[in-house]
């Protein structure tokens, strides 16, 4: 069965960074588009980042744009989420989730998702 | 950037009752929404994609109707693991979701 497993948050201090995994398994990593979306504590979803199957295009939510980047290891079949100058506003759970569709035409629905890894930006 | 917005923002239903939750998009988003449940400390689950098709496993007293900028996913029978928040999702133009709307047991 399909399996993401996210680790790597913690507390940190703003300016700071911090690298989040999403370890996946059940599936052929490599086929599909991977996403992280985020959710504040007590607050809604945002998505956060995208990547494409092969890793090639990859895009931004405009709140992380130029801070947060997004990459994967198809060989370890592990997303990543580089998080610099971090902010007050980025504490959430991130979660990161596999597209609904295979191949290069993604279609930005979430159809499984890890359990969350706790970012907490603080002083 | 599309925003949707949900109604009501929280609902209070019996077992068995039939819940009609309501999303809006600033703006038309074709067919191109989703659903998804959260239950309390866990992960959202998918549950329609494309206004109106079930994801994987989930039982069909979920549907999904609407298009351009209004939708509604109903929940013909409420059974206790259905009392949840639910968000809906546009794709339309990159990739917003709504507020939220908070089903609760009455």
């Known amino acids: 069965q399909v399996q993401l497993g996210e680790s790597g948050g913690g507390v940190v201090q703003p300016g700071r960074s911090l690298r989040l995994s999403c370890a996946a398994s059940?599936?052929?990593?490599?086929?599909?588009?991977m996403h992280w979306v985020r959710q504040a504590p007590g607050k809604g979803l945002e998505w956060v980042a995208v990547?494409?199957?092969?890793?090639?295009?990859?895009y931004y939510a405009d709140s992380v744009k130029g801070r947060f980047t997004i990459s994967r290891d198809n060989s370890k079949n592990t997303l990543y989420l580089q998080m610099n100058s971090l902010r007050a506003d980025d504490t959430a759970v991130y979660y990161c989730?596999?597209?609904?569709?295979?191949?290069?035409?993604?279609?930005?629905?979430?159809?499984?998702w890890g359990q969350g890894t706790l970012v907490t930006v603080s002083s | 950037e599309i925003v949707l917005t949900q109604s009501p923002a929280a609902l209070s239903l019996s077992l068995g009752e039939r819940a009609t939750l309501s999303c809006r998009a600033s703006?038309?988003?074709?067919?191109?929404l989703a659903w998804y449940q959260q239950r309390p400390g866990q992960a959202p689950r998918l549950l329609i994609y494309?206004?109106?098709n079930r994801a994987t496993g989930i039982p069909a007293r979920f549907s999904g109707s609407g298009s351009g900028t209004d939708f509604t996913l109903t929940i013909s029978s409420l059974e206790p693991e259905d009392f949840a928040v639910y968000y809906c999702q546009q794709r339309s133009n990159w990739f917003t979701f709504g507020p939220g709307t908070k089903v609760d047991i009455k």
């Open positions: 059940g599936f052929t990593f490599s086929n599909y588009t």
């Open positions: 990547i494409l199957y092969d890793g090639n295009h990859k």
């Open positions: 494309d206004t109106f």
């Open positions: 989730a596999r597209d609904l569709q295979s191949g290069y035409n993604y279609v930005a629905y979430f159809e499984y």
């Open positions: 703006q038309s988003v074709s067919t191109y």
